[in-house]
Nanobody, 126 residues
Framework: QVHLVESGGGFVQAGDSVRLSCVAS????????PGWFRQAPGKEREFVAV?????????YADSVKGRFTISRDDANNTVVYLQMTNLKPEDTALYHC??????????????????WGQGTQVTVSS
């Protein structure tokens, strides 16, 4: 079982950039696909991004496409990042990382992901 810990959130201004990190322990990301979800107060948890694999490119929610980039530390395969640029107030949420199996490549439902971290809060003021 992989244990995930997110960090990097905070209080920022609209237009700022933030990089979130998710560190895995117990297991690496070498046998799973890590992704990011977020949940704003009073809203359902929503998909943000998932790492690509082989010829498959990363997937992004339409709301973050062109502004957010998911990547991982290939050297150790224990850290996945979410680089967020041009942040907007509507990006305010608790951001979680989670993993899914290779057989779920292309899936963006949170039901297909397991091993959730506790989350890191990002608050964007206008």
């Amino acid at each position: 079982q992989v244990h995930l810990v997110e960090s990097g959130g905070g209080f920022v201004q609209a237009g700022d950039s933030v990089r979130l990190s998710c560190v895995a322990s117990g297991r690496t990301f070498s046998d799973s696909l890590p992704g990011w979800f977020r949940q704003a107060p009073g809203k359902e948890r929503e998909f943000v991004a998932v790492i690509g694999w082989r010829d498959a490119s990363p997937l992004y929610a339409d709301s973050v496409k062109g502004r957010f980039t998911i990547s991982r530390d290939d050297a150790n395969n224990t850290v996945v990042y979410l680089q967020m640029t041009n942040l907007k107030p509507e990006d305010t949420a608790l951001y979680h990382c989670a993993t899914t199996s290779f057989s779920k490549l292309g899936c963006t439902s949170d039901r297909d992901f397991g091993s959730w971290g506790q989350g890191t809060q990002v608050t964007v003021s206008s």
